[in-house]
């Protein structure tokens, strides 16, 4: 058989299991996320939880997120991927069933903050080691793919919520502490992951880096066959902010925000929400697991074409018509069930191309030694505006009402459909290295 760049390649067992792998940052994401949505309905009567409490614990992850994106981007940079990518699942468990003895909003607001600084730690590790071993025409479908576990995720908590809500007034300890046992899988499944060769010979390892090509693709190959060099003047995460990688981090900053914020927030009170437009009880639960089941389809169908519509356009589209769902959704909240669910259904379908690439855009626009840091910059920047936007939905919704509450979510979708219109890239068909070295 003719030897090729490892760009490339076919896929083979181990980019089929690093993705399965990988993905469990964005499960857990989802996970965490989702099931705070409904342990919350026993849970504030429980703890004596204010409105003020409620929006915060149920923002208090994505506050994590923030921080843990940043500081686990930067680690991994310097450190490797490697290290981390085990120690923040063994974090995720202990503060996960750390939660079931919870007896304050003090407690459970301190738990969760350290769960999401755990999760997002994980997600400049996990995407920036799968971008950099995926050959170049499944690194957008691959490593995009990555965010539908996040809705997966989702979707097994409020199976597993509506299961526990049932079990007694202690059922919102269980759904919370649960977040351990996909944990435990994921740390399982991991064990015995190779540095990233990228990283190694940015770090000047080529002998280690030699030897991981030669475990994963066979020892006919070499480090030669890998379009990456290490570089004579290395970036640094300082550039991040300068230049042409700030305009691209300030792009992937915003778009990633604009995506998030309507989405982190709805799913939060995603029960509230429906029951707001007439959807209550289990209905409303019901109705939130067939959403994320739709958030899935369209993650899908957005798989489909982030190679033959390229990332730009579809990024485009995207935003467009998921807004356009919402806003409509705003202007008509006295709609039958039915109407409700169908404009739900077409956002949750269309918005699944500025799902997948929150995490192909930033892995693919900058260098490897600064990769990471910009993935976790990114996260950490975008889960600002979703943590305030989760703690405000509740007041929105009580002072605005529905109806205005969604066009708000509307808006900042538009947004992101115009920022991507002037300053998206194109960076379909390139090797990782010359994607990240694109002049702007």
């Avoid at 607001?109 to 769960?115: T, V, Y």
């Avoid at 990228?198 to 000047?204: A, C, N, S, V, Y």
């Amino acid at each position: 058989m003719k030897k090729v760049n490892l760009e490339d390649m076919e896929l083979n067992s181990f980019h089929k299991k690093l993705t399965i792998y990988s993905s469990g940052g964005p499960f857990l994401d989802g996970y965490v996320l989702s099931i705070i949505g409904i342990a919350l309905v026993q849970a504030t009567p429980a703890l004596s939880l204010s409105t003020f409490w409620q929006g915060l614990i149920a923002a208090s992850a994505l506050i994590g997120v923030f921080l843990g994106g940043f500081l686990g981007g930067w680690f991994t940079d310097k450190y490797g991927r490697k290290v981390l990518y085990t120690l923040d699942l063994i974090a995720i468990i202990g503060f996960s069933i750390a939660q079931f003895w919870v007896d304050s909003a003090w407690a459970l607001f301190a738990w969760r903050l350290l769960i999401g600084i755990a999760v997002g730690a994980d997600y400049p590790i996990a995407t920036s080691l799968l971008a950099e071993f995926v050959p170049r025409k499944y690194r957008g479908p691959l490593v995009g793919g990555m965010i539908m576990m996040w809705f997966v995720g989702a979707a097994v908590a409020y199976v597993v919520g509506e299961m526990f809500v049932r079990s007694g007034p202690d059922g919102w300890r269980w759904m919370l502490a649960s977040a351990a046992l996909p944990g435990v899988l994921f740390l399982a499944m991991r064990h015995g992951t190779p540095e990233s060769p990228r990283w190694l010979i940015g770090k000047g390892k080529l002998d280690e880096a030699q030897l991981v090509i030669e475990k994963v693709y066979g020892k006919e190959y070499s480090i030669k066959d890998l379009p990456e060099v290490a570089p004579e003047n290395k970036a640094s995460v300082s550039q991040l902010f300068k230049s042409g990688y700030g305009s691209r981090m300030w792009f992937i900053t915003v778009f990633w925000t604009c995506s998030i914020v309507p989405l982190f927030a709805i799913y939060a009170f995603a029960p509230k929400i429906l029951g707001a437009l007439k959807l209550d009880g289990a209905m409303a639960n019901i109705g939130s697991a067939a959403i994320t089941i739709l958030f899935l389809v369209g993650c899908i169908a957005a798989l489909k074409f982030v190679n033959s519509m390229g990332r730009r356009k579809l990024l485009i589209h995207s935003f467009i018509w998921s807004g356009l769902a919402l806003f409509i959704l705003g202007l008509f909240p006295d709609s039958s069930a039915t109407i409700t669910l169908v404009l739900f259904s077409a956002y949750a379908i269309f918005i699944g191309g500025t799902q997948i690439l929150q995490f192909v855009y930033p892995n693919e626009l900058f260098p490897t030694e600064i990769r990471a840091s910009a993935v976790g910059l990114a996260s950490s920047l975008s889960r600002i505006g979703a943590a305030i936007g989760t703690y405000l939905v509740p007041m929105s919704l009580d002072s605005l009402g529905i109806g205005n509450t969604m066009i708000i979510a509307a808006v900042i979708t538009f947004i992101g459909a115009i920022v991507s219109y002037k300053m998206a890239p194109e960076t379909n068909s390139l090797d990782l290295h010359a994607a990240a070295n694109l002049t702007d």
